[in-house]
């Protein structure tokens, strides 16, 4: 069963009166209802507020790291381990073919369900996650193969065991050794970036945000009970802090902004991989027509931009 939020309720209805149309065979109610919920798509997806559109980014429909590694990556070939301490299953590493690219694929991959959930850790991974994404990335490296990085976490996991082995540590390194591979990466939040546990697979040639992704240092959650210590701040949070893509786009902290369908990826999954690995295809094919000392040196600017402004 789908799920839909308080703002789409509208759009739920106008998608059951088709299924009824149809299963009546109905093509003149059909016709008129569709027009209805292309309207109704407009007026409710339109004017969406910073807080609706962190609600679309955890949407539970949403499609996650699998999902886009199923839709567009052929023989597919999981790589798993840090080969220091275990497999973090909330960081997944493949190598396999976007139309026809060799291509390393590392994604952040909250699970479905509640058995799924747990075995992802939720999306947070631990240090040796991070560990195992520079470990696929050096490998791909190697082999002169792009990598493609997917950002979907609500932060890097705080526990105890994960900071014994060296969380900030896992994270700081893939920051320091990211900026030196020598193949094009490029970067996609595609749901909820959080703080530094998304960032330890966003430093790339490329950082890219679908439409309804979100990226902050803290959840608005978070932000509402340090700052006023009252949970019911949460949407006044989101507002602050600026988290939407076309927030970050502005602030020149991002590079694009990918349009993904304006009803959502979580209605239009295989259309919005799609998005993706054109956006992938087409940066990967202009980073190779740079020699490696050019690329390089493109993406120390583009680091070393950010944060900066003029008065």
């Not at 076309?246 to 369908?261: A, R």
């Amino acid at each position: 069963m789908a799920t839909y939020l308080e703002f789409e309720k509208r759009i739920e209805q106008i998608k059951n009166d088709i299924d009824s149309a149809r299963a009546k065979n109905d093509e003149v109610a059909i016709e008129s209802l569709t027009n209805d919920l292309e309207k109704e798509t407009i007026k409710s997806m339109k004017g969406l507020s910073d807080y609706q559109k962190l609600q679309l980014a955890r949407h539970p429909d949403r499609p996650y790291a699998l999902d886009y590694i199923r839709f567009m990556m052929d023989d597919a070939y999981e790589i798993h381990g840090d080969r220091a301490f275990r497999d973090d299953p909330a960081i997944l590493c493949y190598i396999g073919y976007i139309d026809g690219q060799k291509t390393m694929l590392i994604g952040e991959q909250k699970g479905r369900g509640t058995k799924h959930k747990l075995k992802r850790n939720f999306g947070m991974p631990n240090p040796e996650g991070y560990r195992k994404a520079l470990r696929a990335v050096k490998l791909a490296e190697k082999f002169n193969i792009p990598v493609l990085m997917l950002i979907d976490t609500p932060g890097a996991y705080p526990g105890l065991g994960a900071e014994e082995r060296g969380q900030s540590e896992a994270i700081a390194k893939n920051l320091f050794e990211f900026t030196n591979i020598k193949v094009p990466m490029i970067s996609v939040v595609i749901g909820e970036g959080g703080s530094g546990g998304a960032l330890a697979i966003g430093v790339a040639d490329k950082l890219a945000m679908m439409r309804y992704s979100v990226f902050a240092v803290i959840s608005p959650e978070g932000c509402a009970a340090i700052l006023w210590n009252d949970p019911s701040k949460v949407e006044q949070a989101a507002k602050a802090l600026k988290i939407t893509a076309q927030s970050l786009l502005e602030y020149g902290l991002i590079d694009d902004v990918l349009e993904e369908p304006l009803i959502g990826a979580h209605r239009t999954k295989r259309k919005s991989a799609n998005i993706v690995k054109a956006y992938f295809l087409e940066n990967v094919k202009a980073l190779k027509e740079l020699s490696t000392e050019e690329m390089l040196e493109q993406r120390y600017k583009r680091l070393t931009s950010v944060g900066a402004f003029s008065e």
